[in-house]
Structures are given as structure tokens and as C-alpha cells.
């Protein structure tokens, strides 16, 4: 920068200051010097060069050489003074001015960016712990749904097992029945068998016939349910899908409100849905597959494998979700296999059987990035050992 300043102070004097000077200087000369020169040299000199030298001298100062040599002489002599006070005005002024200057607008940057900063992490702290929340929360909900198909589960197996010890039982009772009835005497001879008897009984009583049909006030659970569904259906309207999502997982009637209300929706919404949430909602989705809403609960479940290997692949993971994806991955892989199976044997051509495999593929696929994962924490921990 000085010597930029340099270069401008330079070309100002060579083109502006000196042509200026010199044709001060000449003026002054020719309108100073020389009358001052002339009075002096009649008071000193003789007479006789009296006369003389005034001539001579003006002749002389109006010689152009002369004006030239004079001009160039003093412009040298005030261009270098004028160089010399520059230079010191520009070191010891100028240069710091700009320095202090450009010190101050670097703090004064570096002061803003880091407020910035601050004001960013603050609220990405702020977002993380709100994350952190709804994660405890979807935690807990994944772990109580884990609950609940176990328990349904068993809950199943002992229905399977009550309902074969009922036929056996029925059959039981169908044999009792034959061999008493070669035993008992024909109808009508016993007691009780009279003609009228069978004809009283069967009339309707007049109270009966008069009343009229009273629809019945709905219940508290019935209108709890009113009160879940307009929550949900407010919350679908105003695009707060995630909430609206929780809410339903939170309901206790997850299969009721799938049916009557979210199997009518495109399942792309869910696909900005939370891990966690995708991974609660497809545990709840897969559970009736194989009932009417079997094309809905497909639909929904590929989006959900989708959305949530894409999820992975790209990093968007908690170690705590990815804990649970074993789990809830092999959920989905039984019970995809078991439609499968059921289909293939109803109809070993229908399309719906190259749909179930892809889906099955996905999943395994989402287990082997799991496993990826899992590759180096479980290196470090062989070497912390």
C-alpha cells in the first residue's frame, strides 16, 4: 500500500506540482527579482553600469535556459521536501490510521461471527435436546409395543390351545349326546310335551312389542375415541404428521384408527418421519397383514423399509435407535415371510409373492448396514479389552 501511495504521490508532482511551481517561480521572477535586483544594484554599482546592468540583468532573467535552470531547481528542492514530509506524514499517521482501522474491523467481525456461532450451537443445543425427548419418548413406546406383541403373541398360542381343547371337548360331548339319545324315549311322550306348551312360550309379550328403539348414549370409550380421532384429524390438516403419528401410536387403538381413518392417506407423508417412529409404526402396521386392509398394510410397510434404509444409509441414526433395528427387523422379516408362505400356497403365481421378496430383501439389507455399524464399536471394545 505505501508504495502504491508512492507511485500516486510521484505522478501527481511530475504532472502537476512541478509544471505549477515552475511557472510560479517564473512569474515571481520576472515580477520580484528583478525590479528588487535592479533598485539595489543602481544604489551599489557605479553610474556607469548604472545605466547598463539593469538592462543587462533583465535581459538575462528573461532568458528562457535561465527561467528553466532556476524552476527545475527550487521544484527539486520542494518536491523532495514535499517527498520527505509525506513519507513521515504516511508512516506516522497514515499507515497506522489504517492499520488500527482494519484491526478493528477484523474484531469486529470476528465478534459477530462468533455470536453467531453461539446463537447456532444454542439453538442446535435447544434442537437436540428437544430430539432427545421425543427419542425417551418413542423409546419407551417402542419398548412397551415390543411388550405388547409378546404378550399378544402368547396371548395366541393359549387362544390356539383353548380352541383345540373346545373341539375335542365338542366332540366329546357329540358322542355323549348320540349314545344318550339311542337311550332316551321318543319326543313327545314325556312330560312337558303337550301341544300347548310350545305355542305359549314362543309369543312375544306385549311390553316388548310396544317398545320403541332408543339409540344408546355412547360410552366413555367411545367418546374417548371422538376425542383421539379430532385431535389426529386436526393434527393431519395442519401437516403435523410426526405428531399426529405419535398421538395415534399413543392411543391403545392403533389397528382401529389404521383402519377407519390412515389406510385412506398415501403413505409418502411418513417418510420424514423420525427413525424411531418409522420403526414403531412399522411394527404396528405389520401386525394384521394378512386381513382386508393387506394392500394398505403393504404399501405402508415398503414406504417405511424405504424411508428408514434410506435413513441409515445416510447417517441419520442414534446408537440408541440403531439398537432396536435387530429386533424390530426381524419382526418384519417373520411376519413377511409368513404372508408369503400363506400366498404361496393359495396362488404360487400371484404378483403380490415378487413384492413380499423385495420387501424381505430390504430388510435383510437394513440389517447388514446394522451390522456395518456394529463393525467398529465392537473393534474398539476387543481393544479396550
Same mark, same amino acid.
Given at each position: 500500500?505505501?508504495?502504491?501511495?508512492?507511485?500516486?504521490?510521484?505522478?501527481?508532482?511530475?504532472?502537476? =506540482?512541478?509544471?505549477?511551481?515552475?511557472?510560479?517561480?517564473?512569474?515571481?521572477?520576472?515580477?520580484?527579482?528583478?525590479?528588487?535586483?535592479?533598485?539595489?544594484?543602481?544604489?551599489?554599482?557605479?553610474?556607469?553600469?548604472?545605466?547598463?546592468?539593469?538592462?543587462?540583468?533583465?535581459?538575462?532573467?528573461?532568458?528562457?535556459?535561465?527561467?528553466?535552470?532556476?524552476?527545475?531547481?527550487?521544484?527539486?528542492?520542494?518536491?523532495?521536501? #514535499?517527498?520527505?514530509? #509525506?513519507?513521515?506524514?504516511?508512516?506516522?499517521?497514515?499507515?497506522? &490510521?489504517?492499520?488500527?482501522?482494519?484491526?478493528?474491523?477484523?474484531?469486529?467481525?470476528?465478534?459477530?461471527?462468533?455470536?453467531? &456461532?453461539?446463537?447456532?450451537?444454542?439453538?442446535?443445543?435447544?434442537?437436540?435436546?428437544?430430539?432427545? =425427548?421425543? =427419542?425417551?419418548?418413542?423409546?419407551?413406546?417402542?419398548?412397551?409395543?415390543?411388550?405388547?406383541?409378546?404378550?399378544?403373541?402368547?396371548?395366541?398360542?393359549?387362544?390356539?390351545?383353548?380352541?383345540?381343547?373346545?373341539?375335542?371337548?365338542?366332540?366329546?360331548?357329540?358322542?355323549?349326546?348320540?349314545?344318550?339319545?339311542?337311550?332316551?324315549?321318543?319326543?313327545?311322550?314325556?312330560?312337558?310335551?303337550?301341544?300347548?306348551?310350545?305355542?305359549?312360550?314362543?309369543?312375544?309379550?306385549?311390553?316388548?312389542?310396544?317398545?320403541?328403539?332408543?339409540?344408546?348414549?355412547?360410552?366413555?370409550?367411545?367418546?374417548?375415541?371422538?376425542?383421539?380421532?379430532?385431535? =389426529?384429524?386436526?393434527?393431519?390438516?395442519?401437516?403435523?404428521?410426526?405428531?399426529?403419528?405419535?398421538?395415534?401410536?399413543?392411543?391403545?387403538?392403533?389397528?382401529? #384408527?389404521?383402519?377407519?381413518?390412515?389406510?385412506?392417506?398415501?403413505?409418502?407423508?411418513?417418510?420424514?418421519?423420525?427413525?424411531?417412529?418409522?420403526?414403531?409404526?412399522?411394527?404396528?402396521?405389520?401386525?394384521?397383514?394378512?386381513?382386508?386392509?393387506?394392500?394398505?398394510?403393504?404399501?405402508?410397510?415398503?414406504?417405511?423399509?424405504?424411508?428408514?434404509?434410506?435413513?441409515?444409509?445416510?447417517?441419520?441414526?442414534?446408537?440408541?435407535?440403531?439398537?432396536?433395528?435387530?429386533?424390530?427387523?426381524?419382526?418384519?422379516?417373520?411376519?413377511?415371510?409368513?404372508? #408369503?408362505?400363506?400366498?404361496?400356497?393359495?396362488?404360487?403365481?400371484?404378483?403380490?409373492?415378487?413384492?413380499?421378496?423385495?420387501?424381505?430383501?430390504?430388510?435383510?439389507?437394513?440389517?447388514?448396514?446394522?451390522?456395518?455399524?456394529?463393525?467398529?464399536?465392537?473393534?474398539?471394545?476387543?481393544?479396550?479389552?
Amino acid at each position: 500500500m505505501e508504495d502504491s501511495l508512492k507511485r500516486v504521490v510521484n505522478g501527481a508532482l511530475d504532472n502537476s =506540482i512541478i509544471p505549477m511551481i515552475s511557472d510560479v517561480t517564473i512569474k515571481s521572477v520576472n515580477d520580484l527579482v528583478g525590479p528588487k535586483l535592479s533598485s539595489h544594484l543602481s544604489q551599489t554599482l557605479p553610474k556607469e553600469l548604472h545605466k547598463a546592468l539593469p538592462d543587462a540583468v533583465g535581459k538575462a532573467l528573461q532568458q528562457p535556459q535561465l527561467l528553466k535552470l532556476m524552476s527545475e531547481t527550487l521544484a527539486k528542492s520542494v518536491s523532495f521536501r #514535499f517527498e520527505e514530509h #509525506f513519507a513521515t506524514l504516511l508512516n506516522n499517521n497514515v499507515t497506522p &490510521a489504517f492499520t488500527q482501522l482494519a484491526v478493528t474491523t477484523a474484531q469486529r467481525v470476528a465478534a459477530d461471527v462468533h455470536r453467531q &456461532a453461539q446463537e447456532q450451537i444454542g439453538t442446535i443445543e435447544r434442537q437436540r435436546h428437544a430430539d432427545s =425427548i421425543k =427419542i425417551e419418548q418413542l423409546t419407551q413406546l417402542v419398548t412397551g409395543l415390543t411388550e405388547t406383541v409378546t404378550s399378544m403373541a402368547a396371548a395366541q398360542s393359549e387362544f390356539q390351545a383353548q380352541f383345540l381343547r373346545s373341539q375335542h371337548s365338542n366332540v366329546r360331548d357329540r358322542q355323549s349326546s348320540s349314545v344318550s339319545h339311542h337311550a332316551s324315549p321318543r319326543p313327545g311322550h314325556g312330560p312337558g310335551h303337550g301341544p300347548g306348551h310350545g305355542h305359549a312360550s314362543s309369543r312375544p309379550s306385549v311390553s316388548t312389542a310396544m317398545t320403541a328403539p332408543i339409540e344408546p348414549e355412547k360410552s366413555a370409550e367411545e367418546l374417548q375415541f371422538d376425542e383421539m380421532f379430532r385431535q =389426529i384429524e386436526e393434527m393431519m390438516k395442519e401437516g403435523k404428521y410426526e405428531d399426529a403419528v405419535v398421538r395415534w401410536l399413543q392411543t391403545g387403538r392403533e389397528q382401529e #384408527f389404521f383402519a377407519r381413518y390412515f389406510c385412506r392417506f398415501s403413505p409418502k407423508f411418513i417418510q420424514e418421519l423420525s427413525p424411531l417412529l418409522l420403526l414403531s409404526l412399522g411394527a404396528i402396521i405389520t401386525m394384521e397383514l394378512a386381513d382386508e386392509l393387506m394392500e394398505q398394510r403393504l404399501a405402508w410397510t415398503e414406504t417405511i423399509l424405504g424411508a428408514f434404509q434410506l435413513k441409515m444409509v445416510s447417517g441419520y441414526l442414534d446408537d440408541q435407535v440403531a439398537d432396536l433395528v435387530p429386533k424390530i427387523m426381524n419382526i418384519y422379516i417373520q411376519r413377511l415371510e409368513h404372508l #408369503f408362505m400363506r400366498v404361496t400356497n393359495v396362488s404360487p403365481q400371484d404378483m403380490l409373492l415378487k413384492k413380499l421378496s423385495q420387501m424381505v430383501t430390504t430388510a435383510n439389507r437394513i440389517l447388514d448396514l446394522y451390522r456395518e455399524r456394529m463393525s467398529p464399536r465392537m473393534a474398539s471394545g476387543l481393544r479396550l479389552e
